[in-house]
């Protein structure tokens, strides 16, 4: 279950905050209301996500769990980023010891 919390988290940033998409829902959410609602709720775009990986995770085929897996890291590998990367910058500056 916490792999599926982790593919939909994922799935979820991909399609809803990631730039790719930036342009195609800022034209979706102009032209249509029902965009516009679910592109600024965050609660609708976890429940849309949710209920597609589940329905899915259901039909699952071996690339779709290569898939699954390849989402999940994206968002682990990300998060690590964000969260670790201004303290391994302060150890490279308190150090003197460049590490990236």
Not at 26 to 36: C, G, V, W
Not at 67 to 82: G, H, N
């Amino acid at each position: 279950m916490f792999a599926d919390l982790l593919l939909t988290l994922s799935v979820r940033f991909f399609l809803f905050d990631f730039v790719l998409f930036k342009s195609l829902r800022e034209r979706l959410k102009k032209n249509r209301y029902f965009f516009k609602k679910l592109f600024s709720c965050t609660f609708c775009q976890g429940f849309w996500c949710g209920l597609i990986i589940s329905l899915l995770k259901n039909w699952a085929t071996p690339f779709l769990n290569s898939l699954e897996f390849a989402f999940i890291a994206a968002i682990v590998s990300f998060t690590w980023t964000v969260m670790v990367h201004p303290f391994i910058k302060q150890f490279e500056n308190n150090q003197d010891l460049p590490m990236t």
